[in-house]
Nanobody
Framework: QVQLVESGGGLVQPGGSLRLSCVAS????????MGWYRRAPGKERELVAA???????NYADSVKGRFTISRDNAKNTVYLQMNSVKADDTAVYYC?????????WGQGTQVTVSS
């Protein structure tokens, strides 16, 4: 059974930092392209950051220079370090694992940026 379990969400003040984690099980983690997506209220789900098939991180323009994606294959975990957060970053953040026809999603973790 494939599971992606996100954690680390919560309430953070503008300008603050947060680190999201996603632990994967039931997949050969190192063979999967891992990424983070988000859905803000009233908006479509969008890419935040993801690794390309070649392992290069790719970021949405809105988070470049503020967010960093990383992965630890030994721990089957992908991280999203969020710095200098803004109110517009408020959303449910989802972990994604993709490999060919296989595409798995976590249940999401809420991030709220507010003073």
């Amino acid at each position: 059974q494939v599971q992606l379990v996100e954690s680390g969400g919560g309430l953070v003040q503008p300008g603050g930092s947060l680190r999201l984690s996603c632990v994967a099980s039931g997949i050969s983690f190192r063979f999967y392209t891992m990424g983070w997506y988000r859905r803000a209220p009233g908006k479509e789900r969008e890419l935040v950051a993801a690794f390309t098939r070649g392992g290069t991180p790719n970021y949405a323009d809105s988070v470049k220079g503020r967010f960093t994606i990383s992965r630890d294959n030994a721990k089957n975990t992908v991280y999203l370090q969020m710095n200098s957060v803004k109110a517009d970053d408020t959303a449910v953040y989802y972990c994604n694992a993709a490999n060919g026809n296989n595409n798995w999603w976590g249940q999401g973790t809420q991030v709220t940026v507010s003073s």
